[in-house]
């Protein structure tokens, strides 16, 4: 073993031990060590003050963290199509709008079938533009899916490790688009 200090070779008596038994060279290696200790503490506290942010999470901060990721993922899928309402794609602001809307349906809230990139104009002020996002809609699923959309939901409540889950997936696929 070569002290990683002076690079002389020397019989390590620690396993790991990198350094040798020179003054100057053990005393870098008791910093060294020191130094890690260090990091490893504030590693764990960081590790557990996310832990502990993360127990005070409800059930519906979980759900508003999985909207904002899924949103994004389809902006991401969607970046090449233009407002499913107007049709325009020279808006400043786009966002993920709902056929369905969350609060009439919640049961389709996350699903992809449901959800397409809306012009700000469109998803805001015109309350999403439903006529003109459904014709857009059938065009691009088919007549046969949209009335399925429009059809009973049946309920789908995820609990937390699910959403959890969910989470992880998306921001998976937004990264398999980039
Ligand atoms: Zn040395
Ligand atoms: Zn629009």
Not at 75 to 90: A, F, Q, T, V, Y
Request: glycine share 4%; charged share 35%; proline share 3%.
């Amino acid at each position: 073993m070569r002290c990683k200090n002076c690079k002389e070779v020397f019989e390590p008596k620690w396993f790991n031990w990198k350094f040798c038994d020179k003054d100057l060279c053990h005393n870098l290696g008791v910093k060294e060590l020191v130094k890690k200790e260090r990091e490893k503490k504030a590693k764990q506290e960081r590790k557990e003050t996310k832990k502990a942010k993360e127990a005070l999470l409800t059930h519906r901060d979980y759900l508003k963290l999985f909207q904002t990721v899924f949103n994004t993922y389809i902006r991401e899928r969607d970046k090449d199509l233009p407002c499913i309402s107007c049709g325009k794609n020279n808006e400043k602001q786009f966002h993920a709008g709902h056929y369905r809307s969350v609060g009439s349906c919640p049961e389709l809230r996350f699903n992809e079938l449901n959800v397409w990139r809306q012009c700000a104009t469109c998803n805001t002020y015109l309350h999403g533009n439903l006529i003109e996002y459904r014709k857009e809609l059938i065009n691009r699923i088919g007549v046969d899916k949209v009335e399925w959309l429009e059809g009973y939901q049946p309920s789908n409540k995820m609990l937390i490790p699910e959403i959890k889950e969910k989470i992880k997936e998306y921001k998976a696929k937004i990264n398999s688009l980039k």
